[in-house]
């Protein structure tokens, strides 16, 4: 059997092998974010966020998901292990934000203008 036969079998499994795994897989899903931050940021950008009643925001509150998707989130400064609830601190060029998270609840508890 010459390379070229053999290339052609090659050729026909791994396209068979492509087809099925998008069929079984990949099809009519919508995948989460990948990286860590992303993630984050998908989990904190909903409508159901908390505001403390000591903050008062320069913007509307319907803004406020565009400003947390708009940032990055500092794994160094946030505090996610060995607590019952999560916090994670957030930075864009304009302004700094402090989420809680606690049973499925996410409260912003501080923010601070740059």
């Given at each position: 059997?010459?390379?070229?036969?053999?290339?052609?079998?090659?050729?026909?499994?791994?396209?068979?092998?492509?087809?099925?795994?998008y069929?079984?897989?990949?099809r009519?899903?919508?995948?989460?974010?990948?990286?860590?931050?992303?993630?984050?940021l998908e989990?904190?950008?909903?409508?159901?966020?908390?505001?403390?009643?000591?903050?008062?925001?320069?913007?509307?509150?319907?803004?406020?998901?565009?400003?947390?998707?708009?940032?990055?989130?500092?794994?160094?400064?946030?505090?996610?292990?060995?607590?019952?609830?999560?916090?994670?601190?957030?930075?864009?060029?304009?302004?700094?934000?402090?989420?809680?998270?606690?049973?499925?609840q996410?409260?912003?508890?501080?923010f601070?203008?740059?």
């Amino acid at each position: 059997m010459n390379f070229l036969h053999r290339f052609k079998f090659f050729a026909i499994g791994v396209g068979l092998g492509c087809l099925i795994v998008y069929a079984l897989l990949i099809r009519d899903r919508d995948f989460p974010a990948w990286l860590p931050g992303d993630r984050v940021l998908e989990e904190l950008a909903v409508d159901s966020v908390i505001i403390g009643t000591d903050i008062q925001l320069p913007f509307a509150d319907s803004l406020l998901i565009e400003h947390i998707l708009s940032s990055d989130v500092l794994f160094d400064e946030s505090k996610v292990r060995d607590m019952a609830c999560r916090e994670y601190q957030l930075e864009s060029d304009t302004e700094r934000m402090r989420f809680k998270i606690c049973n499925k609840q996410i409260r912003l508890y501080q923010f601070e203008p740059k």
